[in-house]
């Protein structure tokens, strides 16, 4: 279960790494094909914006990066479970306020990541070095 929650965690970072990429760096010439459905003339003027969400997904990237390489068993399941929660909230307002296939994109692998996280079994407790 550790095993498949790391992995679906290293993937989730992935994915929000690419759209970090993909919302600072190829905005303008990416964006009218992947939002084909918006007016091309719309990503010159927001590409402030856009590079400014780019930026939050890099950082829930480290953030679950950044869990994966906790040393402590506890403190690596709450940062993991912070972060995925970030994803998945992020999720559900972007399925609300954008498009639903945002919801199977951010919010299930999230919300699996945790189901998986916490059915791990628990590791025994470490005794602290003196």
């Known amino acids: 279960m550790k095993v498949i929650a790391r992995t679906l965690i290293g993937l ?3 994915l929000h790494l690419y759209i970090a990429w993909f919302e ?3 905005w303008e010439t990416r964006g009218p094909a992947v939002f084909a459905t918006l007016p091309p003339d719309l990503f010159a003027p927001t590409t402030a914006m ?3 969400q780019g930026l939050y ?3 829930l990237a480290a953030g679950l990066i950044w869990s994966v390489f906790v040393s402590d068993p506890v403190w690596q399941k709450r940062v993991a ?4 929660s970030c994803v998945a909230v992020a999720g559900i ?3 609300a306020t954008v498009s639903e296939r945002i919801a199977l994109v951010q919010t ?3 919300v699996l990541a945790m ?3 916490w059915l791990a079994p628990k590791q025994p407790a470490r005794l602290n070095k003196v």
Request: charged share 0%.
């Open 93 to 95: 307002f972007g399925a």
């Open 50 to 52: 856009a590079a400014n």
């Open 115 to 117: 189901i998986f996280l």
């Open 57 to 59: 997904n890099a950082f």
């Open 24 to 26: 600072m760096f190829a």
């Open 108 to 110: 299930l692998p999230a």
């Open 12 to 14: 989730i970072a992935a």
């Open 81 to 84: 479970t912070f972060f995925l």
